[in-house]
């Protein structure tokens, strides 16, 4: 697909950067270079490090290594992580990635707002599920305020609805969105996963209407059933529509801040461009850790390590489902997730979760946000989302109790028989 209609105004001003185009040719051997301008490594104020992973192996980042480590690197990746990511997307994904579609983010989030700036104007709109991601929503505020919100069920969006939508609009000769976002396992805050059927016909919606879908997708692997992972959006793509955001913060470690987007070269040129506006590189150490774990485990190994991980989420999940259960009145709507890790609760009609929080959240000792957080209006107040990623399994049931006497405030101010 051309994107070029697509791109926001603002692009217009990007420019490759001189330095920047330097990069490679100082790499070539025999190269005397006056041309960037680099500190000299013999001034790093580190020589060397040694990281112990879980599994007992060990990484040490020494002289050359540790030299490229903390200087100045390429802007789409790390030399020694890209090769690395390619492998690891084909085996995870079975989509084989050239070098040119991929660009090393500091976590999906930057990948959220790059798709932003390269692609909104103000005036400009996205369609999404609702309840949706806060931090897409603020990534996307920054430039527009125009959201389509679709819903959502057990099958995540429900993508009938988005068809009657763009069909509407373009009947009405309103403007169409510039791309569709979605959260296809997992999804933040309503903990659901979208549906094969569901993933193909959103690419047939993109195509009809000509639009770009922004796969994001942290809870890929963060799976609570054994079960095969579904085709990810891009792996049933033919279009090139599907830019993906791929994050290691749920399954290596999030303050490391390490993602990558994969797509079509042209969007990937433009977010390099960006990129070498706004932060240059994500961190050279951190892709340089990435990149020697990733070399000491085999694709296999690391995926048991993830497996092994969810097993901690699947225990949690557990405690609270079971808890709930027990504890809370028949009237309090929940799913089941089988991915990420999250519970979205819907309450009665007339229950203000943002008045719970304030009233009564400090006093009763519990914490759950509330659902005007998800809303792309503040709406959706009578739903709140439970995060069971850091509870205790001990602490479910106390934590269930305080949300049920939560509840039970709010059943009385708002004129409800307490249970
Ligand atoms: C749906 C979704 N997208 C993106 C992110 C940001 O991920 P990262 O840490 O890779 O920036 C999160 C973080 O919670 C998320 O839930």
Not at 95 to 100: A, I, P, Q, S, W
Not at 203 to 226: C, G, R
Not at 345 to 355: C, G, K, N
């Amino acid at each position: 697909m051309n994107i070029q209609p697509l791109l926001a105004r603002r692009t217009e001003g990007l420019r490759p950067s001189p330095i920047r185009k330097l990069n490679p040719l100082m790499r070539i051997p025999g190269m005397i270079s006056l041309g960037g301008g680099y500190p000299n490594a013999e001034t790093f104020a580190l020589t060397s490090m040694e990281v112990v992973f879980k599994s007992g192996r060990k990484l040490q980042i020494r002289d050359k290594s540790m030299d490229l480590a903390c200087q100045y690197g390429p802007t789409d990746a790390h030399a020694d992580l890209k090769p690395h990511i390619i492998q690891w997307h084909s085996a995870k994904d079975g989509v084989e990635l050239k070098g040119d579609q991929i660009q090393v983010l500091n976590g999906a989030q930057e990948g959220l707002h790059t798709m932003a700036y390269l692609f909104l104007d103000e005036g400009d709109s996205v369609a999404l599920s609702e309840p949706a991601y806060p931090g897409a929503m603020a990534a996307f505020r920054a430039f527009t305020q125009r959201f389509l919100p679709v819903p959502l069920d057990a099958q995540g969006m429900i993508t009938t609805e988005l068809e009657r939508l763009l069909a509407k609009r373009k009947a009405a000769g309103e403007s169409l969105p510039k791309f569709i976002y979605e959260v296809p396992n997992g999804n933040n805050p309503a903990g659901v996963s979208l549906s094969l059927e569901r993933r193909s016909h959103l690419l047939q919606l993109a195509s009809k209407y000509n639009l770009l879908i922004l796969e994001d997708d942290p809870y890929q692997l963060v799976q609570l059933e054994d079960r095969n992972l579904l085709p990810t959006i891009q792996s049933l793509d033919t279009e090139e529509r599907v830019l993906r955001l791929d994050s290691f913060s749920k399954i290596f470690a999030p303050g490391l801040r390490l993602g990558y987007a994969s797509g079509q070269a042209d969007i990937i040129r433009y977010f390099q461009l960006y990129k070498q506006g706004s932060n240059l590189h994500t961190s050279a150490m951190d892709q340089a850790l990435l990149a020697g774990f990733l070399a000491s485990h085999s694709h296999e190994e690391f995926r048991a390590l993830v497996r092994e991980n969810c097993k901690i989420y699947r225990r949690n999940r557990d405690a609270v489902l079971a808890a709930a259960k027990r504890v809370l009145p028949p009237d309090i709507r929940y799913n089941i997730p089988q991915a990420g890790m999250f519970l979205w609760f819907e309450l009665p009609e007339r229950f203000d979760t943002d008045r719970m929080m304030e009233l009564d959240g400090v006093e009763l000792g519990i914490i759950l946000l509330p659902g005007s957080a998800f809303s792309t209006t503040g709406g959706l107040k009578n739903h709140m989302r439970a995060s069971f990623s850091m509870i205790l399994p001990e602490q479910a049931e106390e934590g269930m109790m305080r949300f049920f006497r939560m509840i039970e405030r709010e059943r009385k101010r708002t004129g409800g028989e307490g249970l």
